[in-house]
T-cell receptor, first 114, second 111 residues
Framework: EAGVAQSPRYKIIEKRQSVAFWCNPI?????LYWYQQILGQGPKLLIQ????????DSQLPKDRFSAERLKGVDSTLKIQPAKLEDSAVYLC????????????FGSGTRLTVV | KNEVEQSPQNLTAQEGEFITINCSYS?????LHWLQQHPGGGIVSLFM???GKKKHGRLIATINIQEKHSSLHITASHPRDSAVYICAPPNSGGSNYKLTFGKGTLLTVNP
């Protein structure tokens, strides 16, 4: 079974630039999550999708972050404009709807803002 | 008070030693995930357990739902076990199922 695919693996940008991350969840997984993990901390949920609808985006900095999941499959997370404190690993995860099993993470995108 | 407390934060062991990592949590419903993260790598789900004990190879996870406490044990530890181990109880149910993460335990196993 293919895992959760994320790209790019690494990204270095200057502050105030824009960046986008892509995630392809496991086939059939209705729920998709984006997490931000700052060095030395546990992951923090940014946004949760159920199919193509947003379930929870309470911790998403909406002035600069946006995410979409068109057609309920792939998802993109965008930062515009980036700040130095956005340097982190951005993890995508997916799970079956209303299921506690199959919770799978992608390998993440490491973002460095300089 | 943090919702998820792991101990120890850092652990160094010699190859072959028995390892225990503890997790206490104040949130969560009836299950908990143990996750493994290698340096620079993504996160791998090791266990999802809602009662008792689960075993996978040299890894054993136990949980006490009433006491909101879980432990992860590694028998005959090996340098390749070096990683960050994260305890993550879910903090909601239904379609809003999401995890709360501990800060993780950095395990280093020396040869």
């Amino acid at each position: 079974e293919a895992g959760v695919a994320q790209s790019p693996r690494y990204k270095i940008i200057e502050k105030r630039q824009s960046v986008a991350f892509w995630c392809n969840p496991i086939s059939g997984h209705a729920t998709l999550y984006w997490y931000q993990q700052i060095l030395g901390q546990g992951p923090k949920l940014l946004i949760q999708f159920q199919n193509n609808g947003v379930v929870d985006d309470s911790q998403l900095p909406k002035d600069r972050f946006s995410a979409e999941r068109l057609k309920g499959v792939d998802s993109t997370l965008k930062i515009q404009p980036a700040k130095l404190e956005d340097s982190a690993v951005y993890l995508c995860a997916s799970s079956l709807e209303r299921s506690r099993v199959g919770y799978t993470f992608g390998s993440g995108t490491r973002l460095t803002v300089v | 008070k943090n919702e998820v407390e792991q101990s120890p934060q850092n652990l160094t062991a010699q190859e072959g030693e028995f390892i225990t990592i503890n997790c206490s949590y104040s949130v969560g419903i009836s299950a908990l995930h143990w996750l493994q993260q290698h340096p620079g790598g993504g996160i791998v789900s090791l266990f999802m357990l809602s009662s008792g004990k689960k075993k996978h190879g040299r890894l054993i996870a136990t949980i006490n739902i009433q006491e909101k406490h879980s432990s992860l044990h590694i028998t005959a530890s090996h340098p390749r076990d070096s990683a960050v181990y994260i305890c993550a109880p879910p903090n909601s149910g239904g379609s809003n199922y999401k995890l709360t993460f501990g800060k993780g335990t950095l395990l280093t196993v020396n040869p």
